[in-house]
């Protein structure tokens, strides 16, 4: 049975989920497709699925009955929408970070997720199929013992003009605080920013490097340093420490060189290069979810969650150093 | 458009392959199966392709007018006649290694493929499409400068009683005979064969460990240590050496952890997990070459080449150190 | 000429440094000894310097007139005054650490060098005659970029009952302190500390682990574990984060071995190892120093500073993660 | 008691053996030199041992009434004489590699100390006291089981002109000749060398890379590629394959940074710089055994198998593959 899947937003990422869908994954077909620009559908539908049709709207894309399943890849600002939508039609919903640009958002989602009963919704969070962060679960379940403390990394060679310091947070910093939950199995409840000297290489509106220190209902300590402007490289660095020991996330693979009196390995400068390979294993998990009416992975909840823990974030950036309370709200069943 | 694939031979590897055509990859069909045991054929069928025909006889199933394209997983001594008549029909066939079970065998299949005119058959040689091997090719190619020398190890835990010693070469060292010849762009003109103090852990059957030295037509001399008995994992150890600097296969991703005292990755023990992506990206091939008609990938004449390269090899087994002389035959403009 | 040394304290450590005069290091000769025990330092004599005469009191070595220099090991709360006769006597003298049991105390000693007019003093921080620091500081100064933020770790396997929370700073992190104003060539303007979860390897009286920030006058935010019932090892991790990279320090040389499914190498257990060749060049230091009658390396103020900086991580300790200013004295012209 | 040591030969390694006795070690005099250049030996004494007495000829030095025991650094033809005398005079002497430029000549210093009856002489192969091989050599007889293969490298940047094929073995590959008889305490019976393709960075009177094979009495097989065009650095390799597993050569500490895209570690280029703290041990181990009136470390006897070995890889060189025989003579009861 192949899964009938209708992708609104063909920019960038939408057209690289059509071509997945189309030429890499088993399972799914795309055959509709939805963008605020017609034409941008209509040229990625030419390319590369030249029998999906093309909708206007993508409410009208989530209604054809020959769509069994949503995959929304359009500007932040309309994911709520369209979610909504997809719930209300019962199909299957995949959507990209942020789930909703504000928190209250996200929760009008998990309320009508919850009133629906069954899970239809799975978040963005593409780390969590990261083979390197499943092994470094893995590790920490059965290995290093109860966890202690995070020391992590995210770094970025250069970001533009644009790139607000609260961006830090919601752009940058939302993919840890998504994977640490499921990484801990843990939530948050307190969140402090500290700012070390700033690098020459950031600009006026942009306060870069950033530590931000996250702290569980279980005590773990979480220290993450957010460097944008760091000029080596893309680089996402992870220690969790332990009572038996620690374990590390593992390097991207490279090949080892000696050349020029420097042993050597390249380090990426694209952060689309990083993960790429996690987009699949994403993707095949959401047909796979979606093929059976439901959905699995990063949950509604877990995209509600991010949000709490964002908007604490950018508070903590503006209080001097206090820790900023996290509030938990109550699970529902339907996430435990 | 999806390619209909008919698989010859459903035991481990046949199985694989069908599971990975109709659960993991984009456009290809399962649309028949054949076995020795047809029991065994509808068995895997009932698992994985439902809709797939059960043919009694391979031969029923490369001349089936709905098959498109031919998968022999069959036992190695059957490939031949199977491969032959897949060029007889003018179908694209995927052979799993070895091609034929002797050169003049793999010969035949060269010459009819050149008879016929265009490529149709690819050689299950996997590592071509490892991750770390094509980064190495194109660290080799981009920067080492000429290459000199390779040092290798091909390392495995353990071997059975039946295992003796030259199916070192037929059944482990042809690795590495077809990945060289593909790293170096080079073809080989000498092999030697030096046994070192063998391992207590061996059997009388089986002299192990053993040091295989290659020439190739360049100059360059590959030494590799094949140690099949060597307990502590299962281990592919390369490095090249050219005029401007060496570089490694990378190691397989691993968690380092600090555990009691110790800095620690695990090494892989089951030569199964080591190439097991690259599976999905040479069947990824078959089936984009497949769909236009042709093959792609390691060649008849890659197959034929390794053949003669083994031969060789296992006549050095007896040669007391002495080097064995490989006569390349010219090779066609059809593999050019 | 040979400096004519006299030691007192012949504890563990001044029993090392005696071994060390006597055996190792050239231009230095044990002429003296001394401890509260006079038959222990009788004891050490017949050992290592037979010709060395023993002193019942500390003040007594120091006034002897063949006595060039003093190295003072014994019981900390000793030093101050060791170390002021010492200076009153116009003599080198090598203070293990603390240098005074507080920050009034090595201030009393620094107005008494001030007033000699000439440094008198080496305090035995050996971390900074490390190779491995000091090739690290090699790299910060000459590559890195400004540092912006350093995150380090010390851990120790496991602590007796009677190590107590603010020995964690006094003993343990006190050699962070001062690596880390060296490394850096900055002073410290304010101290924080966290306690994550704790360890269930620690007793009643011990928080441990407990994270410190420290930030500097230039900004340069360092955030150091200490985490001293670890269990793995012990283990001193440190990266530099700069304008322009990154820079760690270098593991301790170890045998990588690839044995029972594990890539692996020793991780060193007992702390008296890890730096135990710094104490020699930390030493030849003092001894080329204290022959032209002076003295080099970390300096009285060095000792003062990190006794200041240690009794603000203390008290903040016990300020529930706010941070705590530190108060840098002028520094005399002497230290500049 | 101090040893009192008189230097034959002032040049480079001279100099620096008498600084490192006056300057860095413990227990040891340099009270007499000599050279060939008189004007020479007295500059290094103005600089480094104003006291000692400057002779014109190595002879007297050696039968001064003084001097204790002998350092020869002169230039190697000279080597044999000297070391006879200081055996004629019963006085410990350190001599540098090579112990005399023949077989023959290596044979007549030890069948002169066997007559002498005791131990004199020490041969300066420092390796053995380097840190890394100390630590390979104990995980090699404590963990990884019975030695099976080594695979090896000797890698220099660039050699001059004059640097001719069979100087690859009597300069470079001498030392692994010795450490590898040390670390496996096995001797050789055969030597084969192969030539890979010749590096373009090589001139013509030297054929560049070369690999020599050596096989020991037990059946080790050691393979050695031998590269001193390599650009890339000085880079000495060691892999020890042993039944149960694999011990590496650590490499060099050196600091790892991420810079510019690149994580990297810097190679050293000067061969003088890998192995100069074991020159310290070296001579540390022959002031303690020279003060007992003896020597310790490599003694005449693995000065005699160097040259064999030396001998018999340097006739492999022009054996066209060949494996040349290697005969050991019965070793000398004092060797055992």
Known sequence: ????????????????????????????????????????????????????????????????????????????????????????????????????????????????????GKRLVQVGFMRRYDAGYVALKSAVDTHTGAPLM?????????????????????????????????????????????FPRATSASHAALRDPQIVTLTTAKGVVITTEIFVNCKYGYDIQC?????????????????????????????????KERFVASYDVELQDFIKAATAGTAAGPSAWDGYMAAVTCDACVTAQDADGAAVTITNPARPALYS
């Not at 590390?248 to 009196?261: D, F, K, S, V």
Request: one cysteine or more; aromatic letters at 6%.
């Open 150 to 194: 995070v020391h992590a990394a995210h770094r970025n060679p250069a970001v533009p003009e644009q790139y607000v310091t609260p961006m830090a947070i919601h752009d940058t910093f939302v993919h840890e605080i998504d994977v640490f939950r499921w990484l801990l199995d843990d939530d948050y409840v307190s969140a402090r920013v500290t």
């Open 239 to 271: 220690q969790v420490v332990g009572e038996e020991g620690t374990a590390n996330l593992p390097e991207p693979q490279a090949i080892t060189m000696r050349l020029g009196a420097k042993l050597q390995n390249d380090i990426m400068t694209d952060w």
């Open 1 to 116: 049975m192949t899964l009938r899947v209708g992708v609104i937003g063909t920019g960038m990422i939408g057209r690289d989920h059509t071509r997945r869908l189309q030429q890499v994954l088993a399972g799914a077909q795309v055959v509709a497709l939805s963008d605020y620009s017609p034409d941008a559908a209509r040229a990625v539908g030419a390319d590369l699925a030249p029998d999906a049709k093309i909708y206007d709207k993508g409410e009208d894309l989530i209604a054809a009955s020959d769509v069994d399943a949503v995959l929304v890849c359009s500007t932040g600002a309309t994911h709520e929408a369209y979610v909504l939508a997809a719930i209300a039609a019962g199909k299957p919903c995949f959507c990209e970070k942020p789930l909703a640009t504000t928190a209250d958002g996200a929760k009008r989602i998990v309320d009508a997720e919850v009133a629906h």
